[in-house]
């Protein structure tokens, strides 16, 4: 599986967008971008994922570049329930693990 | 619908101790997997099951075993505990067919501390 590579840590001001960065220049052309995140002391949860186009769920958008090199998770009006720790995963969809790196902790301030 | 559940919450053991971790879910999933999350880290794979009857090793098998007991339920069980397995460890599951898995869906966790 393709690495990726994520900022340690972001602020958001709550209401506002939060723009969560991911890079992963080695990523194959079989190979999904996934987002989780980890909510305090809690399993992870699924947000969304998507191939080579903008993907939209209740929860959040993905923008994927054209070269696929690149992704932002976007949260449109953060919550302060929305702070965790958020975790870009790149994987070929029929692969069963899940390679967790050290993530982006994103702290909605009020 | 309670997702994916995990029996115990917490539990404390001394060395060479044995015990089974208890997953189950009821979402009708054919994948369950087994996650152990050290501090400050992500979460590493230690066994799956990619449908009732088989299972595979992971990154960090070591010191455990597991048995799909049937399409629901999964347990983890580590026959002689050490420090070392001091961790969370997580449950999941996935819809899988034609040989893809999708999402995976993750339990609340079971804190285990070896002392």
């Known amino acids: 599986d393709a690495k990726t590579t994520q900022p340690p840590s972001m602020d958001c001001a709550e209401g506002r967008a939060a723009n969560l960065p991911c890079n992963h220049s080695?990523?194959?052309?079989?190979?999904?971008v996934y987002w989780y995140r980890q909510i305090h002391s809690q399993g992870p949860q699924y947000i969304i994922h998507?191939?080579?186009n903008n993907e939209t769920n209740e929860m959040a958008s993905l923008i994927i570049t054209e070269d696929r090199k690149s992704s932002t998770l976007i949260l449109p009006h953060a919550t302060l329930r929305d702070t965790a720790v958020y975790y870009c995963?790149?994987?070929?969809?029929?692969?069963?693990?899940?390679?967790f790196g050290q993530g982006t902790r994103l702290t909605i301030n009020p | 619908n309670a997702g994916v559940t995990q029996t115990p919450k917490f539990q404390v053991l001394k060395t060479g101790q044995s015990m089974t971790l208890q997953c189950a879910q009821d979402?009708?999933?054919?994948?369950m997997y087994w996650y152990r999350q050290d501090p400050g880290m992500g979460l590493r794979l230690i066994y799956y099951s990619a449908s009732e009857g088989t299972t595979d090793k992971g990154e960090v098998p070591n010191g455990y075993n597991v048995s799909r007991l049937n399409k629901r339920e999964f347990s983890l069980r580590l026959e002689s505990a050490a420090p070392s397995q001091t961790s969370v460890y997580f449950c999941?599951?996935?819809?899988?067919?034609?040989?893809?898995?999708?999402?995976?869906?993750f339990g609340p966790g079971t804190r285990l501390t070896v002392t």
């Open positions: 995963i790149v994987r070929e969809k029929g692969a069963q693990k899940l390679v």
């Open positions: 979402m009708n999933h054919n994948s």
């Open positions: 998507g191939l080579k």
């Open positions: 080695t990523i194959s052309g079989n190979e999904y």
């Open positions: 999941a599951s996935s819809a899988a067919s034609g040989g893809i898995s999708y999402e995976q869906y």
